[in-house]
């Protein structure tokens, strides 16, 4: 499983994280990030250490910092939300309208039975995302979204109880059929650094969205 190298310089990589590589160690074992750091070192005598966290079917943008100073500045940026964040996802159905603003606090829920997960609650952390419909084939589509906070599962319970559609794949808030893998993609990262230039990187859209017909060839959206 190859690493494909999207930004460098001497304080931060983005990768190209495949679908179905997780971050962490698996309770039941297999491959995982943490056994691939050395190789990202490229030179450096530190391992480079992942900033944010995407989910183990989450494929795209991940930005990892070459020092600590580094780690310190960037995960600063995460908080104060200044990074500009943009995935595509494949929901299950056809979205009527073609834009809007999903604003619904998550709570984390935990049982027995099924284990964890993030609900909408009233009481629970804001939660914002953007989104812009892209294309429509074959009873799904294709959506932008760009969260404006940095939830856990954000745009997996946004997609499936704001737009009424879950992520096709989604065996957590959808059903399992219809794709191996949640068909959720981080397809651009923008992180500001002051007067130095921005981290900009951008993955290309993988080959089991374009298996279903989709394209990422929509214009960007107009600065508000």
Not at 24 to 29: C, F, H, L, N, V
Not at 142 to 154: C, D, I, S, W, Y
Request: hydrophobic share 40%.
């Amino acid at each position: 499983m190859q690493l494909e190298i999207l930004f460098e310089d001497g304080e931060a990589i983005v990768i190209d994280k495949p679908a179905g590589l997780p971050l962490d160690r698996p309770r039941a074992g297999g491959p995982c990030l943490e056994d691939r750091l050395d190789e990202l070192k490229l030179g450096f005598q530190r391992e480079p250490f992942p900033v944010h966290r995407l989910d183990r079917d989450t494929s795209g943008c991940l930005l990892l910092a070459r020092n600590p100073k580094a780690l310190k500045r960037f995960s600063a940026a995460f908080e104060e939300r200044t990074v500009e964040k943009r995935y595509l996802g494949v929901v299950a159905g056809e979205v009527a309208e073609d834009e809007g603003t999903i604003a619904l606090n998550l709570s984390k829920v935990s049982t027995a039975k099924d284990g964890w997960r993030m609900i909408p609650a009233r009481k629970g952390k804001p939660a914002v995302t953007h989104w812009r419909k892209l294309d429509v084939r074959n009873g799904l589509t294709l959506v932008e979204f760009r969260p404006e906070t940095g939830r856990t599962h954000q745009i997996r319970v946004h997609a499936a109880s704001g737009l009424g559609f879950p992520l096709l794949g989604d065996p957590v808030y959808g059903t399992k059929g219809g794709a191996p893998r949640t068909m959720l993609h981080a397809a651009g990262l923008t992180v500001p650094r002051g007067e130095k230039a921005p981290i900009v990187a951008t993955a290309p859209l993988p080959a089991d969205f374009a298996a279903l017909g989709f394209q990422d060839d929509a214009p960007e959206a107009a600065p508000e």
